[in-house]
Structure formats: structure tokens, C-alpha cells
């Protein structure tokens, strides 16, 4: 057994991006836990700010929720976080995701996740916090061939900016962590998917174009492999983390970059196979090449997750599909 602390319902912690997907999920499972939450979300518009809300809606309900709303590249608005909720945990969510996206808006890929966690860093500095931990991406191992991928593999082969600015923003906490004794992990995240998710990932589309009975579009003509993670079992992989910063590396910083992913790629047209049958919905199908920007495959090594938490993802997309399938029904009746 691991020797790490539970998580301390005593602690603060502020959420970036707490209208998110992700963001979303761990502030309610904090909340449930009795932990006083900040969350902090520009509400921005990049897919349907309706859903935003309605987590919102959700998180609202818990008398230990405040939200603020705001933009991380504003300076004066990261740091009055700071000021007024003083965290001891930070996690940094918000960012703008997607790699597609980032092929025609490169922009906002370094405002939100250059110059907004930069602001974040600062804050961190001038602000003593107990753990800062922030959203990396499994993007950050590019077109790798060798698999699993392990946080000991180079990462300086990015594909697109998107993975860029994640591999960045490694460098600059490693920077911060060192120079500032910010404890800090990075957390590389592989494909999550789960009820209240993102409108713009592939099983969200499919879903929306297979209830309008509109064709798929498959890429790579579906040769493709995704370490698809639930979004529980990330939720889960952080709680562990948040009050067990890490120990000093060999050169003496507290820094650590772990993946959570589900270790278990799945072909694509497995995935689509077990998301029809969830829906109870075949899906018409278009075949189509490899998009610029996408990889082949992805499939995290977490044997360090294993080691260090006791934990490793384990919900099979049978029963994870199954759960989104569900929430998908009810929320779009
Ligand atoms: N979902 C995945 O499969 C996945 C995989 C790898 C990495 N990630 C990373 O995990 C994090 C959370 O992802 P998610 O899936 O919940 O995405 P999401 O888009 O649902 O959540 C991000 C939230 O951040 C907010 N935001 C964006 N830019 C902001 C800014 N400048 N200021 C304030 N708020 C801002 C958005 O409004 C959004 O609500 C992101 O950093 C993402 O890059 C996600």
C-alpha cells in the first residue's frame, strides 16, 4: 500500500476552470467531501456556455462553493483570488483545449494556457501554497511510436500548439517549483469522457450527430487508439494528489508530472461500437483521412500513479459509455 495522506476536508482550494468538464467533476466531488471550493471560469464560449452553467447550477447548491467569474490572462483578477480566498491548493483546470481548435485559433491557446497560467505562477509566488497541480495533456507525446508512454519519454516532438503550450506550461512550474519552492505536479491527462462532457470531443459529436441521424465523420479511417478515461477515475487520481505534494527530486524540486489515463487503448471503431449500443442508436458512417494535428495513438504507462497512490483508472467504457449515455439521454430528453 502506498504511503500517501487523504485528502484534508479542511483544505481550501481553488479550481480553475471549475465550469468545465473536468473542473466541474472535482468540485462537486470536493464539495461532497465538505471542502470549502473557489472556482474560477471565464464562461467562455468555445462550446455551449448553456452546459457551463448548468454545472454550474449543480455546484451552486453546495453552501461551501463560491464562483467568481473571470479571465486567468487578467493579471488583477488572479491575483484578487489569492487575496481574498487565500488557497492552500491550487488546481489549475481552465485552459483552452482541443487540439483541432488550436490549428486556426492559435491565439487563444497562448492568452489562456501561456499568459493565463503565468499569472497563475505569479500568484503561486507571492502567494505560499501548499500544492499548486495543473492540467498537462497526453498530447504532449506527439506521434510517439513506443508505447506505453511514460513521463520518463522526451516530450519535444508537439504536434500542435495546443501540445506546445501543455509542454510549456511543464517547464514553466518546473521553473516556478525550483526557483520559488512552489510545489507543483502536472498532470497529463488522456481522453476523458463522462457525463456533463465536452461538446466539441469526438463521443460528444457522435452522440449529438447519431440522435439528429446525421453520418459520423471517422478519421484515419478509423485506425485509431485512445486511452479514453472516465472522468471519475481522473477525479479520483487528483483527490489522491492534492495533499500529497511531491517529494524533492534528485536535484532537489519539489516537482513531479504523472499521467492518469486508462492504460487500455481501444480501437476506435470498438469505441463507436460500445457508444451505439449505449445509445441504442446505429450510427451512419463517413470515412475520412488523418486530421493535421491528430496522433495515431495514445496509451499511458502508470505504473507511478500505481506506486505512488495505490491507484490506477479501471472504469471499462462499457461502463463508462454506458453512464454518458445515460446523463446524455436525460439532459438532451
Ligand atoms: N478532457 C480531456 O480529454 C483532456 C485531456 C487532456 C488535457 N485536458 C486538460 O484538462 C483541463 C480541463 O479540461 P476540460 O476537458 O475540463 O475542458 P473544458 O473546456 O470543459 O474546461 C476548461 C474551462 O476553462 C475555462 N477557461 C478557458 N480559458 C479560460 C481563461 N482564460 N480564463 C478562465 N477560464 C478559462 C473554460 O470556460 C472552461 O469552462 C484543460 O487544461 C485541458 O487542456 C483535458
Not at 91 to 118: C, E, K, M, T
Request: charged share 25%; with cysteine; net charge neutral.
Amino acid at each position: 500500500m502506498a504511503d500517501f495522506k487523504a485528502f484534508d476536508k479542511t483544505s481550501k482550494v481553488l479550481i480553475t476552470g471549475a465550469a468545465g468538464f473536468i473542473g466541474f467533476h472535482l468540485a462537486r466531488r470536493l464539495l461532497s467531501l465538505g471542502a470549502s471550493v473557489l472556482g474560477f471560469d471565464n464562461l467562455n464560449d468555445y462550446y455551449d456556455v448553456s452546459l457551463k452553467e448548468s454545472r454550474l447550477a449543480i455546484l451552486g447548491r453546495f453552501p461551501r462553493f463560491t464562483f467568481v467569474k473571470g479571465d486567468l490572462a487578467d493579471e488583477k483578477a488572479v491575483m484578487g483570488l489569492f487575496e481574498s480566498f487565500h488557497p492552500d491548493i491550487v488546481v489549475n483546470l481552465a485552459a483552452q483545449a482541443g487540439v483541432r481548435y488550436s490549428i486556426d485559433h492559435p491565439r487563444s491557446y497562448i492568452d489562456s494556457n501561456i499568459v493565463g497560467f503565468f499569472n497563475i505562477l505569479e500568484a503561486c509566488r507571492r502567494h505560499k501554497v501548499a500544492h499548486l497541480l495543473f492540467a498537462s495533456s497526453s498530447s504532449v507525446y506527439g506521434n510517439q511510436q513506443k508505447t506505453p508512454f511514460s513521463t520518463a519519454d522526451n516530450v519535444d516532438h508537439p504536434i500542435s500548439l495546443y501540445a506546445a503550450t501543455k509542454k510549456s506550461d511543464e517547464l514553466m512550474a518546473y521553473a516556478y517549483s525550483h526557483l520559488y519552492g512552489i510545489p507543483a505536479t502536472g498532470l497529463r491527462f488522456f481522453t476523458v469522457y463522462g457525463p456533463f462532457g465536452r461538446p466539441d470531443m469526438a463521443y460528444f459529436k457522435f452522440a449529438n450527430k447519431i440522435r439528429r441521424g446525421e453520418a459520423i465523420q471517422i478519421y484515419n479511417h478509423g485506425d485509431m487508439y485512445r486511452d479514453f478515461t472516465y472522468v471519475d477515475d481522473i477525479v479520483t487520481g487528483i483527490e489522491h494528489m492534492l495533499c500529497n505534494p511531491p517529494r524533492k527530486n534528485e536535484l532537489g524540486d519539489a516537482y513531479k508530472v504523472y499521467n492518469i489515463g486508462n492504460h487500455q487503448p481501444e480501437q476506435l471503431m470498438h469505441f463507436i461500437e460500445v457508444l451505439e449500443q449505449a445509445l441504442g442508436k446505429k450510427a451512419k458512417k463517413e470515412y475520412l483521412p488523418m486530421q493535421p494535428g491528430d496522433v495515431y495513438q495514445t496509451y499511458a504507462d502508470v505504473s507511478e500513479l500505481q506506486r505512488d497512490f495505490d491507484f490506477k483508472p479501471e472504469t471499462t467504457i462499457e461502463e463508462g459509455l454506458g453512464k454518458f449515455a445515460q446523463w446524455y439521454k436525460t439532459y438532451y430528453k
